[in-house]
């Protein structure tokens, strides 16, 4: 069976365009060359603004920089999108402080009870994110306005998903396979490590680039400059559209449970559960397909090991302190229930928090369903061996948490799934 790594290639002008920066490098020429301090320079420039607020984004994004030039291997695309990427991240921050001072109420913004969808990567949190953003009592933040956060209105609302769209086009172009894989659209919820990405901690940047110095870096620091801009982020969105709770999502969020409560002392939990080879295979299969696009050497083993280590490591950070929290305060679904009767599984959750699902959210939350893609973009199919991880030891590493949740692995680790 070929599997939807295998098929991920680049379009004929693409790799057309990456040729030519290749040749063009081996002249001894650097096509794309980035420096953080050009970056900063220029985004100051096109934003009319120089205060980025707190001062702490510097050295993540000089790491960030250095590791991605000198360990990703990057295509000339590659080199362009970090630019784009990192030139567009560094003007929301400026214009965002630029509002924050403009609309002096925007810090006053409380956001009570937020509530977080954790669990391993590919366990059902996109679904269960997407079905409770439904309700009409709740708030999830939209890739276009995370995209594009200034100003903190609906003004040229249109305009601003317009542009978002194109910009998710380009990807779909690069990559046509990442569609079977995750739903892509402008106004969809996102997950939520978006909004410390101006803060240059976060491991969006280590899922699209391989970065092993800044990785290593990044998970020995303290993230609590990263959740304050969380929060802050969410303020700015919640000007624009309040709600009576914030429904967010994000795997990574297990490694920083002390951290993210520091920051949201009131918040409220739900833990997805599948069994862990089948979601790292999954994740290592995602993460493989998007750093294609960017580097024409991507390593399936190493992400399989990094997916492992990482993972299992969060798994059992999690679990040591989610037992610290009072009863109530987290609920544990299973991948298995939400894909087999979604709604069931929502209602699981209502019940769990106390929450009234009224017949409107749950109309809102049926339509949500007959729209998912199903199978028009075709299956993502993966396989455990490309990524090294059909041997037993991988498996020991996840034997207290497969016991705790009485999760049975399968004889053979699921291949197909559609884009979650």
């Keep these: 069976m070929q599997t939807t790594f295998d098929q991920t290639r680049s379009p004929l002008p693409a790799r057309f365009i990456n040729h030519y920066g290749a040749w063009i490098g081996q002249t001894g020429i650097t096509p794309g060359q980035i420096r953080a301090e050009d970056l900063i320079a220029a985004a100051e420039r096109h934003s009319e603004c120089d205060d980025f607020g707190e001062d702490d984004f510097r050295e993540p994004l000089s790491r960030l920089v250095k590791s991605c030039l000198r360990e990703a ?66 708030r999830a933040p939209l890739t276009w306005e995370v995209m594009e956060p200034s100003p903190p209105s609906s003004e040229n609302e249109d305009a601003r998903i317009r542009r978002a769209e194109k910009k998710l086009s380009y990807l779909q172009w690069l990559a046509p396979t990442f569609q079977c894989v995750h739903a892509i659209g402008a106004k969809l919820p996102q997950e939520c490590v978006s909004l410390m990405s101006p803060t240059f901690l976060s491991d969006q940047f280590d899922t699209m680039y391989y970065v092993p110095s800044y990785r290593t870096w990044f998970l020995n620091q303290n993230l609590l400059p990263a959740y304050r801009y969380h929060r802050r982020f969410l303020q700015h969105l919640q000007k624009r559209q309040r709600a009576r709770r914030w429904i967010l999502k994000a795997p990574a969020h297990m490694s920083a449970l002390p951290t993210l409560l520091s920051v949201y002392p009131d918040a409220r939990f739900v833990q997805t559960h599948r069994d862990p080879l089948q979601a790292i295979t999954s994740v290592s299969s ?67 928090f106390g929450w009234s699902l009224s017949l409107e959210a749950e109309r809102r939350m049926r339509i949500a369903l007959a729209n998912q893609p199903r199978d028009q973009h075709g299956f993502h199919r993966y396989h455990p061996g490309q990524f090294g991880l059909d041997k037993a030891p991988e498996a020991e590493l996840f034997g207290d948490y497969c016991k705790r949740f009485g999760l049975i692995p399968p004889l053979e680790i699921e291949e197909t799934e559609r884009a979650a």
């Design 73 to 138: 291997r990057l295509n000339l695309i590659g080199r362009f999108a970090l630019r784009s990427d990192l030139f567009r991240t560094l003007c929301n921050r400026l214009l965002m402080q630029r509002d924050r001072k403009a609309f002096p109420k925007i810090s006053r913004q409380p956001i009570p009870e937020p509530l977080f969808i954790v669990g391993l990567p590919r366990s059902g949190t996109t679904l269960l994110h997407t079905l409770l953003a439904c309700d009409p009592n709740h």
């Design 286 to 352: 995602l993460i493989a397909i998007l750093r294609r696009v960017f580097s024409e050497y991507v390593d399936p083993l190493q992400i399989g090991r990094d997916a492992v280590r990482y993972w299992s490591e969060a798994l059992l950070v999690f679990l040591h302190e989610r037992d610290r929290l009072l009863s109530g305060r987290i609920c544990d679904v299973r991948y298995s229930d939400i894909r087999r009767d979604p709604i069931a599984a929502i209602r699981r959750v209502y019940r769990y």
